[in-house]
């Protein structure tokens, strides 16, 4: 089987265990990650909201065309890489994910991860960073890398994970937008670094 027959097989998981039913019943649709299967990179932001509910992809509003303006930046085409939010369905009135809910949808992003294989994690926001970092505070984390391990696989594997702020954050704060462009600009020289290992 491919990669992409395999992440398919995730999201009919998540439908057929009707993962959350509640928010799927207020939501157009499931909206589980786009891109390459077989990237080096995955982001992860935390919830879709009013576009990626319509559209059925992560990052396609405000936010998303920030993150592209950002992926251009550093030279790397959205094609190269794949981006899914920890809860693949929209919360009601963009709420922030509730705990049980982020919980409800942890071990889909593990199997993901574990299909996918990246060399680098990005978290974008607070509570997809949480997940990986319980105790973690963006404000001190963001641009700083650590190793991790993707748990939910017969084998385990390490990545680097990279803290960065949520765009939706960036685009009403100047100078949280400084500091995501900043830390964006590491990306190139990290992957270049972790292509050598």
């Not at 992440?7 to 157009?28: F, R, Y």
């Not at 077989?38 to 559209?55: R, S």
């Not at 009135?93 to 982020?102: I, S, V």
């Not at 574990?114 to 970092?133: D, E, N, Q, Y």
Request: proline share 7%.
């Amino acid at each position: 089987m491919t990669k992409t027959q395999d992440l398919q097989n995730i999201k009919q998981h998540i439908l057929d265990n009707n993962v959350c039913p509640e928010l799927a019943s207020q939501a157009t649709q499931l909206v589980f990650g786009s891109g390459n299967p077989d990237a080096n990179i995955v982001f992860i932001g935390e919830a879709p909201g009013k576009n990626e509910d319509l559209v059925g992809e992560p990052f396609v509003g405000k936010a998303g065309h920030l993150l592209d303006d950002m992926l251009q930046s550093v030279h790397i085409d959205r094609n190269q890489i794949y981006i899914t939010n920890i809860v693949k369905y929209r919360p009601p009135k963009n709420r922030d994910p509730l705990p049980q809910e982020k919980s409800a949808f942890w071990p889909y992003l593990q199997k993901q991860l574990a299909i996918i294989k990246p060399k680098l994690v990005i978290t974008l926001g607070r509570h997809s960073m949480a997940m990986f970092v319980p105790q973690g505070k963006i404000s001190e984390l963001h641009g700083t890398t650590q190793e991790i391990i993707i748990q939910d696989t017969d084998q385990p594997f390490k990545c680097t994970l990279l803290t960065l702020y949520h765009p939706s954050a960036a685009i009403y704060r100047g100078s949280v937008k400084k500091a995501l462009m900043q830390d964006f600009s590491t990306i190139p020289n990290l992957l270049a670094k972790l292509n050598k290992e």
